[in-house]
């Protein structure tokens, strides 16, 4: 199976990223964009919620409208890609990193989403 120099490029991005990035809703927009230009992602997963699969519209909680793929679809997407193209370490160290951090906020309300455990709440200032 050959790659693209852009899907090259696209998966050496999402292996140098840091979990913590995928974590803020504007970095993980930005690698999403960058994966699904470059043709990375699962065309089931394929950064539309519509037509795609049956995990990838559960996960729609907080979509961007009509044909958009949620934030939480997009890093389901970018997980997948992470797994199908070698990098399934990427998924473990967000569960570590992230995931299991008790302390976990954000000032943005739809960054705290991300994690399972995470109340609903923001800081205030």
């Not at 790659?3 to 995928?22: F, H, I, R, V």
């Not at 065309?43 to 699969?53: E, R």
């Not at 907080?62 to 370490?89: C, I, T, W, Y």
């Amino acid at each position: 199976m050959g790659t693209s120099a852009a899907a090259e490029l696209a998966l050496a991005e999402l292996a140098a990223c840091a979990p913590g990035d995928l974590s803020r809703v504007a970095r993980l927009r930005e690698i999403h964009a960058r994966c699904a230009a470059a043709g990375v992602l699962n065309p089931s997963w394929g950064g539309s919620v519509a037509g795609g699969s049956t995990a990838a519209a559960a996960a729609a909680g907080e979509g961007e409208g009509a044909g958009g793929a949620s934030d939480v679809a997009k890093l389901h997407a970018l997980f997948d890609a992470a797994v199908r193209h070698g990098m399934p370490q990427l998924v473990c160290h967000y569960v570590d990193e992230v995931c299991s951090l008790d302390d976990f906020t954000s000032p943005d309300g739809v960054e705290v989403r991300h994690v399972p455990r995470a109340p609903p709440h923001t800081t205030s200032i």
